[in-house]
């Protein structure tokens, strides 16, 4: 038998390639886990920056229909209109876009949700008061792009004159 030499102390190569297989393997194990986070994180804020866009849009609406009498609301199309402009009965005008999103307006006052006209003219009619202060609709605001990302929001506006 041979006597080990006390002075040597090292790793074997076997015992290296272990290590390494193990380092590498956690490694990727983290940087996935991080990737993963990166990804849900971006997501998430993408989705709130929509919700926030959508709750803008339909503040402003309501307050629009509790102040105004008559209004028309203008979508340079529909669906997935870039800009939606009020113009007020006394001619003055307010356009609501931001240029990462499109907006889809539908009508939900009937049993089926349809499109709504890209011209939607809002007055107070004493015969059918119940109609016309009312608006129930459903705004659906999309990511430019990504068809995917999208938030939708039924919602009804109503006045009491």
Same mark, same amino acid.
């Given at each position: ?7 040597? +102390?090292?790793? @074997?190569?076997?015992?290296? $390639?272990? #290590? ?12 996935? +886990? &991080?990737?993963?986070? $990166?990804?849900? %994180?971006?997501? *998430?804020?993408?989705? #709130? ?7 803008l849009l339909v503040t402003t ?5 509790? @102040?105004?009498?008559?209004? @028309? ?5 529909? !669906?997935? *209109? ?5 113009? /007020?009965?006394?001619?003055?005008? +307010?356009?609501? %876009?931001?240029s990462d999103y499109v907006y889809? &307006? ?5 049993? #089926?949700?349809?499109? +709504?006209? !890209? ?6 009619? %004493?015969g059918d008061s119940l109609y016309?202060?009312?608006? !129930?609709?459903?705004?659906? #605001?999309?990511?430019?792009?990504? !068809?995917? &990302?999208? /938030? ?5 506006? %109503?006045?009491?004159?």
């Amino acid at each position: 038998m041979q006597k080990l030499d006390q002075r040597q +102390m090292g790793i @074997t190569l076997i015992e290296l $390639l272990a #290590v390494l297989a193990i380092m590498s393997f956690l490694l990727i194990l983290v940087g996935s +886990m &991080l990737i993963n986070g $990166l990804s849900y %994180s971006n997501r *998430a804020q993408a989705n #709130v920056l929509l919700q926030q866009e959508a709750n803008l849009l339909v503040t402003t609406l309501d307050r629009i229909h509790k @102040t105004q009498i008559s209004y @028309t609301i203008h979508l340079d199309k529909n !669906p997935h *209109a870039t800009s939606i402009t009020i113009h /007020y009965e006394n001619g003055e005008a +307010m356009t609501l %876009s931001n240029s990462d999103y499109v907006y889809t &307006l539908y009508n939900t006052s009937g049993d #089926v949700e349809t499109l +709504m006209e !890209p011209i939607i003219k809002i007055k107070q009619n %004493s015969g059918d008061s119940l109609y016309f202060n009312t608006l !129930p609709f459903k705004l659906v #605001v999309q990511k430019k792009g990504d !068809p995917e &990302l999208k /938030y939708e929001l039924r919602t009804i506006l %109503s006045r009491r004159m």
